[in-house]
């Protein structure tokens, strides 16, 4: 299973962006879809996360700016990330985990400055 990120960029704060994580198996229907991002120097946190039936979980940080969603039509997974803030800056990755093992994203880096 290969995933690929995307949507990442340099953001104001206050900004917007919107992560997307897309998987080339139809594994993924059945399978809890997870974001996670790692600031610089720092060690990767869980942000948000999505089971196969779609209930959510989320990081206390990003509780009320962030919302994670599913497509499985398309097999991807979307991170709507509202209300920026310089502490979101850090390079967030997307991780599948189902019945064949858990893959890894290649990141996307998010960067809130202004």
């Known amino acids: 299973v290969q995933l690929q990120a995307s949507g990442g960029g340099l953001v104001q704060p206050g900004g917007s962006l919107r992560l997307s994580c897309t998987a080339s198996?139809?594994?993924?229907?059945?399978?809890?879809i997870t974001w996670y991002r790692q600031p610089p120097g720092k060690q990767r946190d869980l942000v948000a996360v999505?089971?196969?039936?779609?209930?959510?979980n989320y990081a206390d940080s990003v509780k009320g700016r962030f919302t994670i969603s599913r497509h499985n039509a398309n097999n991807t997974v979307y991170l709507q990330m509202n209300s920026l803030k310089p502490e979101d800056t850090a390079v967030y990755f997307c991780?599948?985990?189902?019945?064949?093992?858990?893959?890894w994203g290649q990141g996307t880096q998010v960067t809130v400055s202004s």
């Open positions: 991780n599948l985990r189902g019945p064949s093992g858990q893959y």
């Open positions: 198996s139809i594994v993924f229907v059945i399978s809890t």
């Open positions: 999505i089971s196969s039936g779609g209930s959510t």
